[in-house]
C-alpha cells in the first residue's frame, strides 16, 4: 500500500483524509506522505524512501525518533499498567523534575496536549483577575481552544484561515490581538483596557508563523506592562520549552511569566503537556480553587515516564550547543548564498530551529513574515524531499533540528538548499 493508496482511502473517512490540518500538504502540493518507521534523524516511508526529517514531529522528538532509553522506559510502563485514573509515584518526579529546572514554577498541572496547557493557563488568569479580556499576538498558535483561534498561526496561516469559524463572537471579543514585537501596541491595550485585562499571552520565540524571533527588551517589557495592570504574564512554551537549554526560554532570557505552558518536548513523543507558574495563580485550579480543569488521562504513566526519559537524556547530554551550532551553521551558509547569488531567501535562526523565508530583510511580525513567497516555498519543499529531507510541508512552520542530526546530513542538506 503506497502513499497515495493510503490518502484515497482515507479521504473517505477522515476529513480531507487528516487528522491535522497541515499533514494534508495543500500549501506545498502533492501527495501526503504516510511514515512506516522512524529511527534516529531518519523516517521509513511506506514506499520503503529514507528521509533525513526535520520536523520531528513539530518539535517533539528533540533526541530523535524512538530513542532507546525512551522506548525502554514505554515498555516498561506497558507492562506495568497504561492508565490508572489515580495518582503514580512518576507524576510526582516528573513534576518535581520540572519544578527544580524551571524558576517561578512552584507548581505544575500535568495535561495531554498544549491546546489543553493553553486553554487552563487563560482560565486560571481569568479566574483568577476575574477579568475577560486577553492580549495575544498576531500569528502566534496557542493550540485551537476557542478564543485562541483568533488571528493564529501555525495551520490557520497555512490553510489561510485568519479566525475559526465556529467560534463564538462573544468569545473572541475578549482577545486583543496585536502584532509580534509591538510593545506600543500592547501599551495602548493597556491603556484603553487595562482593568479588563486577565492576561498577555504570548510565545516568548515566535515558532508558528516560521521563526521570528522577539526584539531586545520585547519581553521584559510584557513583563513590565503586565505587571503595571494585574494581568497574568503567560509565556506559551509549547515549543520553546527545554528546547534552547534544559530548562524555559523565560529562565534562559531572564523574563518570569506568572504562568508557563510546557508540550511537545516534555511528553518524548507521547501526548502530554503541562501548565505551570506561581502558586498564588496556580492554586486557583480545582480542587483548592474554583477554576476546573481536569483529565481522564492526565498525568498518563506512559506518557510521563517517556517525558522524564527524554528529560534525563538532555539533562545529561546537555546537546543544546551543538543543535545551536549545527543549525547556525546551516543558517549561514543558506544565508550567504542567497546574499552571492542575490536570492530572495533569508534563513533565520535560534537554537535548533530555523525557517527559510523567501523574501529578503529582517522578520519582526507576522506581516512582514507573509511577505515571504510561499509559492517558492512549496518549490523548495518538494526540492528538499525530492533530495531525501523531510520539512515541515508550510511556510510558517519551523524545522527542526534533534540530537540525532549528524553534521554530515546537515551539509548535505545545505549543499541541496545552496545548489
Ligand atoms: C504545538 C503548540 C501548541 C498546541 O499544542 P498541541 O499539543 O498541538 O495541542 C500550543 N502552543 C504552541 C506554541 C505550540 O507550538
Not at 490540518?21 to 501526503?32: D, E, H, L, N, Q
Not at 537549554?245 to 518524548?268: N, Q, R, S
Amino acid at each position: 500500500m503506497d502513499s497515495d493508496e493510503l490518502f484515497k482511502r482515507a479521504v473517505r473517512v477522515i476529513p480531507g483524509g487528516v487528522n491535522s490540518p497541515v499533514r494534508a500538504f495543500k500549501s506545498v502540493g502533492g501527495t501526503p506522505l504516510y511514515v512506516a518507521s522512524g529511527n534516529g534523524a531518519h523516517l521509513r516511508t511506506v514506499e520503503g524512501r529514507d528521509l533525513v526529517d526535520f520536523c520531528c514531529s513539530w518539535g517533539a522528538v528533540i533526541l530523535g525518533h524512538a530513542h532507546p532509553e525512551v522506548v525502554e522506559a514505554i515498555q516498561r510502563q506497558a507492562e506495568r499498567g497504561t492508565t490508572f485514573g489515580i495518582n503514580t509515584p512518576m507524576e510526582v518526579e516528573f513534576a518535581e523534575f520540572l519544578q527544580s529546572k524551571v524558576p517561578g514554577l512552584e507548581r505544575v498541572r500535568l495535561v495531554s496536549s498544549g491546546t489543553e496547557a493553553v486553554m487552563t493557563a487563560v482560565r486560571i488568569a481569568r479566574g483568577a483577575t476575574g477579568r475577560r479580556r486577553i492580549v495575544k499576538f498576531d500569528g502566534c498558535y496557542h493550540g485551537h481552544s476557542d478564543g485562541l483561534l483568533v488571528a493564529a498561526g501555525s495551520g490557520l496561516l497555512t490553510g489561510g484561515i485568519r479566525s475559526s469559524e465556529g467560534v463564538s463572537p462573544a468569545v473572541a471579543e475578549d482577545v486583543f490581538v496585536v502584532p509580534f514585537n509591538d510593545l506600543e501596541a500592547v501599551e495602548a491595550v493597556v491603556a484603553a483596557h487595562g482593568r479588563d485585562l486577565a492576561a498577555i499571552l504570548v510565545e516568548p520565540v515566535a515558532a508558528n508563523m516560521g521563526l521570528v524571533l522577539p526584539a531586545p527588551g520585547f519581553l521584559a517589557g510584557l513583563r513590565r506592562v503586565a505587571d503595571r495592570c494585574g494581568a497574568a504574564l503567560i509565556f506559551d512554551e509549547v515549543i520553546t520549552g527545554f528546547r534552547f537549554g534544559p530548562t524555559t526560554y523565560g529562565a534562559l532570557c531572564g523574563v518570569i511569566p506568572d504562568l508557563t505552558t510546557m508540550g511537545k518536548i516534555i511528553g518524548g513523543g507521547l501526548p502530554l503537556a503541562a501548565v505551570g507558574g506561581r502558586a498564588s495563580w496556580m492554586d486557583h485550579l480545582a480542587p483548592l480553587g474554583r477554576v476546573y480543569q481536569a483529565g481522564t488521562l492526565s498525568g498518563n504513566p506512559i506518557a510521563v515516564v517517556a517525558g522524564l526519559a527524554t528529560l534525563r537524556v538532555l539533562e545529561r547530554e546537555n546537546p543544546y550547543a551543538r543543535l545551536e551550532s549545527g543549525a547556525r551553521k546551516m543558517a549561514d551558509a543558506i544565508n550567504r548564498d542567497a546574499e552571492c547569488r542575490g536570492l530572495d531567501r533569508v534563513c533565520v535562526q535560534a537554537g535548533g530551529l530555523f525557517t527559510v523565508f523567501f523574501r529578503r530583510g529582517a522578520i519582526r511580525n507576522l506581516n512582514e513574515a507573509m511577505v515571504s513567497d510561499t509559492k517558492a516555498y512549496a518549490s523548495y519543499f518538494h526540492r528538499m524531499l525530492d533530495q531525501g529531507f523531510y520539512l515541515p510541508p508550510s511556510q510558517f512552520e519551523v524545522s527542526f533540528v534533534s540530537m540525532a542530526h549528524t553534521e554530515q546530513e546537515m551539509s548535505r542538506f545545505v549543499e541541496a538548499v545552496t545548489t
